[in-house]
């Protein structure tokens, strides 16, 4: 949904820079007519300039939230593998069950333990992942409660897009 706001925010933000900066020019052919005239051709122009300012921000933010949205997906797939293991996961064995590569596994794994969603053990020399058992709740809540709180300043400018 995030994807499809952002293509239409950026859309719209070219027609109305576009549809500006002709207003722009025709302002600036009517001053020498009638400078009142092109004067208020003008700020016409910078109005629809504004706008397509705006309509350029809002597409920006739309694109974030759905970067943002993508990598709790991710994330929560990460998790989900490592529960469901239930033992201790490798980034490669990681990267297997994703279809992802390598580094992609390595991230999302150091991201859920940064989160403290996931431990680190190292064995043989090998960095190995898990999950706690009965963390799932907790881990699920906690990771939802950052989630909505960020949604939630984000779903006040939604209101507003």
């Known amino acids: 949904m995030a994807h499809t706001a952002g293509f239409g925010w950026s859309a719209g933000s070219l027609v109305l820079a576009v549809s500006g900066a002709m207003t722009a020019g025709l302002a600036a052919l009517l001053w020498v007519a009638s400078p ?6 003008g700020t016409l122009a910078a109005l629809v300039l504004l706008f397509a300012w705006r309509a350029a921000a809002r597409a920006g933010a739309r694109r974030r939230e ?3 949205a993508t990598r709790e ?3 929560a797939a990460a998790l989900q593998v490592l529960r ?3 033992r ?5 064995e990681l990267a297997d069950q994703l279809r992802i590569d390598e580094r992609a ?4 794994l150091t991201e859920l333990s940064a989160r403290d969603e996931a431990h680190i053990d190292i064995e043989d020399g090998t960095v190995k992942y898990r999950v706690e058992p009965g963390s799932g709740s907790e881990s699920a809540s906690g990771s939802g409660s950052g989630s909505e ?3 939630g300043s984000e779903s006040g400018s939604r209101g507003r897009a």
């Open 36 to 41: 009142t005239l092109g004067i208020v051709v």
């Open 66 to 68: 759905a970067k943002q």
């Open 73 to 75: 997906g991710w994330r």
């Open 84 to 86: 469901a293991r239930a």
């Open 88 to 92: 201790d996961t490798s980034t490669a």
């Open 105 to 108: 596994a390595d991230r999302l």
């Open 149 to 151: 709180s960020e949604s």
